[in-house]
């Protein structure tokens, strides 16, 4: 959203070479577009990476750029948490704005979102919710990481469900996005290099109901929380819920949603194949 509220503004392209706005990344990296759509050819974290030790923008980004692809941007579709953080981190390089700052200036206080942040493990919160695990089948408090590495741009965002309905509505206007063909550039699917399609578009995954609705999704999962939104595009419906146990099958419980609402709004079974 914040990216392509940018590119709105014309501060971002699409489709520019990533070193357009970094001069020194590796000549394999492509464009901003493949960031957005998980084509980048990007890892998740390392396993070997340290979530107990802090580090800034600038050690994760060089941490990035030492990261060998895993294919050539464009040929595949692979989730990936990097993707993400780079694309935080161009935020920042554009505006000369934390993205957290500029989510709050240009999307949370636009709203009065009064609950929406960056996590912060400092600030104190009126109700703050607790995630849980279960380990050896033992209910623990979520694992402890350190502060910096909630303040990415692949995650970690407090808000509490009434903000989360804002912002949804919101979607269905103009008051963040200005015009049709930036919803169309977000949620129509992948084209890759062999000019086949695959079901995702900037973040969404793409689905549809057993009747023909279409159909966004996201799924995210941190420090013991899951939450999913689904929406309906052509119905203006939307189920969101968030879990404080990082066991909770979010997906099939927004299914069972749509179903008690209406029966012929069953999703699809997920088709991760491309077209």
Same mark, same amino acid.
């Given at each position: ?64 750029? *030492?990261?060998?692809? +895993?294919?050539?941007? !464009?040929?595949? #579709? ?7 953080? @780079?694309?935080? =981190? ?102 890759? *290099?062999?000019?086949? +399609?695959?079901?995702? !578009?900037?973040? #969404? ?7 023909? @609705?279409?159909? =966004? ?59």
């Amino acid at each position: 959203m914040a990216v392509m509220m940018l590119v709105e503004d014309g501060k971002i392209q699409l489709d520019a070479t990533i070193d357009t706005y970094f001069a020194d990344v590796p000549n394999e990296w492509k464009n901003v577009r493949h960031l957005l759509t998980h084509t980048s050819g990007m890892t998740n974290y390392p396993q070997d990476f340290n979530f107990r030790t802090d580090c800034t923008e600038d050690d994760m980004y060089m941490l990035i750029k *030492t990261i060998p692809l +895993t294919f050539q941007p !464009g040929e595949q #579709w692979a989730y990936n948490n990097l993707g993400y953080v @780079m694309l935080g =981190i161009l935020i920042h390089r554009v505006t000369n704005q934390f993205y957290g700052d500029f989510l709050k200036q240009y999307v949370f206080n636009p709203l009065n979102m009064t609950t929406a942040r960056v996590i912060s493990e400092a600030d104190i919160i009126l109700n703050r919710a607790a995630g849980y695990v279960l380990v050896n089948n033992e209910l623990q408090n979520q694992a402890w990481i350190a502060p910096s590495l909630n303040t990415f741009a692949d995650g970690a965002l407090y808000l509490n469900i009434y903000d989360m309905a804002k912002w949804d509505a919101a979607l269905y206007g103009d008051k963040l996005l200005k015009h049709q063909a930036s919803f169309d550039e977000m949620w129509n699917p992948i084209q890759l *290099t062999n000019n086949k +399609t695959y079901p995702y !578009g900037f973040g #969404w995954r793409l689905s549809e109901t057993i009747n023909g @609705m279409r159909i =966004i999704q996201h799924v995210g999962s941190w420090q013991g929380f899951r939450s999913i939104i689904i929406r309906l595009l052509d119905a203006q419906l939307s189920v969101v819920l968030f879990s404080n146990f990082d066991q909770t099958d979010v997906e099939e419980l927004a299914s069972h949603v749509l179903k008690i609402w209406n029966p012929e709004l069953i999703v699809k079974p997920k088709e991760d194949k491309i077209q």
